[in-house]
């Protein structure tokens, strides 16, 4: 975006966490002569910071003004975002979104939109809030074979962990904080089941490895069922639970999903990305590995990558989904470590783990540590939700043994 005087006009669609930020940037920085021509929301009866003469309360009537350049779509509602920019595409127009769950449920549609009509869609500020992952697979990385891009990719459940393991309060405490800092979603079931790392791990496979993926077909968890068991487990290893996405060529040349809560040690980048941060590791066949840690989250922090989408795309860029896959999606999966907490022991012996060690005999929850494929646990996924199971990835570099010997030594205080 050049400073001048050729100003461009920008219809604001939600006046929210991340509407607010990048309108405050916007008239922090005249010198880019973007101008706000109207924001759409959709209560009449909440007090806003601006006269009420800035607002519509009609999406057409943004969508219809010709004499808008430029569109950011920041609403809460996917339904209602997707009708939104499906609108602006087929009119031709530029729109830049933040909607992760709209934009990973419809990319084939969307990309089909913008070539059809000639629009253009850019959606940075989905992925990791500031860090700018997608223009960096897209663009930078076009040409280089990635072997993994793996990362915390959601800061509220990223918070909830980091105070679970810091503060040691309880988890809906850690939820009530995360919520009332503006880090969760509207609706937390997205942050904390692991939709939303899933839905930003899709749209980075989409750009890092040319796959589209939906988002029902990969393996996720959550954190929701996480107690201070767990948490003290991981800290007797000297281990943090962080909620993990990988997308990685397995050594089949298969392309593996998948979202879990992860023991992570502190030889791991993603062991310092603590709080309502985000951190994604690429590795490239040539580049080797890199980390990039920044806010996933927040008014500014997003509203900036949406300023970014703003000003790339009124300079011209596109995102040109040029990446061809090399690898098929791996509906098997390699073999997993798993760490299984879960009250119903019954419900644990119908999951088929292998190589099964017990770390909590005699005590109340089943806790245990074991092998099994990706396509299993997927097959198994829903059951181990619903009964309220823990389920946590143990890297290589975490012996079942030392988890056992951990185990033991906590346990030995209570008999
Ligand atoms: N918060 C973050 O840190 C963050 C980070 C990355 C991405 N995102 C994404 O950014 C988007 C916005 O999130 P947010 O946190 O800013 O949400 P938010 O604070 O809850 O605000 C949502 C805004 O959307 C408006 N809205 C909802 N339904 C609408 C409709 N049908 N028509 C017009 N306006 C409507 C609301 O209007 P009213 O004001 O009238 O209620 C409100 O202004 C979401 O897609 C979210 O996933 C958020």
Not at 81 to 91: C, F, S
Request: glycine content about 8%.
């Amino acid at each position: 975006m050049k400073a001048g005087n050729n100003k461009k006009r920008i219809g604001i669609f939600g006046f929210g966490c991340v509407a607010q930020g990048l309108y405050d940037i916007i008239q922090a920085n005249p010198q880019y002569s973007l101008e706000v021509a109207s924001i759409c929301v959709k209560s009449r009866n909440k007090t806003r910071s601006l006269p009420e003469t800035r607002f519509s309360y009609d999406p057409q009537q943004l969508l219809q003004d010709t004499t808008i350049d430029i569109f950011a779509e920041l609403i809460s509602d996917a339904d209602e975002a997707l009708a939104i920019v499906r609108q602006a595409l087929k009119a031709g127009k530029t729109v830049v979104s933040a909607n992760k769950k709209m934009v990973a449920e419809n990319l084939p549609e969307l990309v089909q939109l913008q070539q059809e009509f000639g629009g253009v869609l850019l959606y940075e500020a989905a992925v990791c809030g500031s860090i700018p992952v997608v223009r960096l697979l897209e663009s930078y990385f076009a040409a280089e074979p990635l072997q993994e891009v793996r990362g915390v990719l959601n800061g509220s459940s990223n918070y909830i962990l980091s105070k679970l393991h810091t503060e040691g309060i309880s988890y809906p405490e850690a939820l009530a904080e995360a919520q009332a800092l503006g880090f969760a979603e509207a609706d937390p079931i997205l942050d904390v089941q692991g939709y939303d790392a899933l839905n930003k791990l899709c749209i980075m496979a989409a750009h890092g490895f040319g796959q589209v993926v939906p988002p029902q077909k990969v393996l996720h968890f959550g954190i929701q069922h996480i107690q201070p068991e767990d948490i003290a487990l991981a800290q007797a290893v000297g281990a943090r639970i962080k909620l993990v996405a990988s997308a990685r060529h397995s050594a089949s040349q298969m392309l593996s999903l998948q979202v879990l809560p992860t023991f992570v040690l502190p030889d791991d980048d993603l062991f310092v990305v603590d709080e309502e941060f985000n951190g994604v590791q690429l590795h490239g066949a040539y580049a080797g590995k890199q980390f990039f840690k920044g806010r996933g989250a927040g008014s500014h922090p997003t509203g900036s990558a949406v300023w970014a989408d703003v000003a790339a795309a009124l300079a011209g860029f596109r995102y040109s989904y040029a990446r061809e896959a090399r690898a098929a999606v791996d509906r098997q999966a390699s073999l997993l470590q798993l760490y299984v907490r879960a009250s119903d022991a019954r419900l644990l012996a119908r999951v088929p783990l292998q190589e099964v060690q017990s770390l909590s005999e005699g005590h109340r929850d089943v806790q245990l540590v074991g092998t099994i494929s990706g396509a299993e646990l997927f097959a198994h996924q829903e059951r181990l939700e619903q009964a309220g199971a823990f389920v946590a990835l143990l890297p290589a570099g975490l012996s079942h043994e030392s988890l056992l010997a951990a185990s033991a030594k906590r346990y030995q205080y209570f008999v």
